[in-house]
C-alpha cells in the first residue's frame, strides 16, 4: 500500500523566502506525482504534474522536482509572497487495473508573512 | 463545463436522513473520483469511475455509502442514514484517460457536509 508522507506538516516564513516542501513515498512505481494547492474552504487547485519519466517540472516561481530510486518530490518556491499562503498536498498515482490509483499526503501548511 | 462542478456546496443536515451529493465533471472527461476530507485529514479516496462503471469501490466506508454515474458524466454520491462521523469535505475530482495522457486530476470546491 503507498503511503505518501509530507514534512514539515505546518511553515512559516517570512516574505521573499526561498523555501521547500517535502514528500516522500514508499513505493517508487509511480505513474505520475502531482503537488496541489488548497486554500481555506476550497478544492484543490493542481500545480504542477511530474510524470515518472521526468525528474523535474517549472511553472512560474514554483519547481517540482522527482527522484523516484529515493522516493521523493520536493516543491520549491522561490521568493514567496502572502499570497502562496495555503495548504500544499502531495498526490501520487499508482497505475494499476487500468486505472490510476491516487494516494495523498496529509499536506503542509504554509503561511508567507508579510 | 469549464471546470468540475459540485453542488451543494454546502449542505446540513440531521442525524438519520440521506443525502445526496452531485458531481458534475469536465466535459469529456471519463475517469471520476470521489475523495472525503475530514477535519485536519488527508484526502480518503473513495470511488473511482471509468465511463458509467465504478470498477473501484474499495474506499467507500460502509454500505450506507453508494454512487452512480449516468450519460459518462454527473455522478451521484448518497449517503443513508447519515452519522455524526460522515461530517466532511466531500471532493469530486476528474481527468482524461488516454494511452498518453498524462491524467492531471482536476477538483471540484467540494461539498461540506454536516450532520447533526
Known amino acids: 500500500k503507498q503511503e505518501v508522507t509530507q514534512i514539515p506538516a505546518a511553515l512559516s516564513v517570512p516574505e521573499g523566502e526561498n523555501l521547500v516542501l517535502n514528500c516522500s513515498f514508499t513505493?517508487?512505481?509511480?505513474?505520475?506525482l502531482q503537488w496541489f494547492r488548497q486554500d481555506p474552504g476550497k478544492g484543490l487547485t493542481s500545480l504542477l504534474l511530474?510524470?515518472?519519466?521526468?525528474r523535474e517540472q517549472t511553472s512560474g516561481r514554483l519547481n517540482a522536482s522527482l527522484d523516484k530510486s529515493s522516493g521523493r518530490s520536493t516543491l520549491y518556491i522561490a521568493a514567496s509572497q502572502p499570497g502562496d499562503s495555503a495548504t500544499y498536498l502531495c498526490?501520487?498515482?499508482?497505475?494499476?487495473?487500468?486505472?490510476?490509483?491516487?494516494?495523498f499526503g496529509t499536506g503542509t501548511k504554509l503561511q508567507v508573512i508579510p | 463545463g469549464a471546470g468540475v462542478s459540485q453542488s451543494p456546496s454546502n449542505k446540513v443536515t440531521e442525524k438519520g436522513k440521506d443525502v445526496e451529493l452531485r458531481c458534475d465533471p469536465i466535459?469529456?472527461?471519463?475517469?471520476l473520483y470521489w475523495y472525503r476530507q475530514s477535519l485536519g485529514q488527508g484526502l480518503e479516496f473513495l470511488i473511482y469511475?471509468?465511463?458509467?462503471?465504478?470498477?473501484?469501490k474499495s474506499g467507500l466506508p460502509s454500505d450506507r455509502f453508494s454512487a452512480e454515474r449516468t450519460g459518462g458524466s454527473v455522478s451521484t454520491l448518497t449517503i443513508q442514514r447519515t452519522q455524526q462521523e460522515d461530517s466532511a469535505v466531500y471532493l469530486c475530482?476528474?481527468?482524461?484517460?488516454?494511452?498518453?495522457?498524462?491524467?492531471?486530476?482536476?477538483f471540484g470546491s467540494g461539498t461540506q457536509l454536516s450532520v447533526l
Open positions: 475530482a476528474s481527468s482524461t484517460k488516454g494511452r498518453w495522457s498524462n491524467e492531471k486530476l482536476f
Open positions: 513505493d517508487s512505481a509511480i505513474y505520475n
Open positions: 511530474i510524470q515518472s519519466s521526468q
Open positions: 498526490a501520487v498515482s499508482l497505475y494499476s487495473g487500468g486505472y490510476q490509483k491516487v494516494t
Open positions: 466535459s469529456g472527461h471519463t475517469a
Open positions: 469511475f471509468q465511463g458509467n462503471s465504478a470498477p473501484d
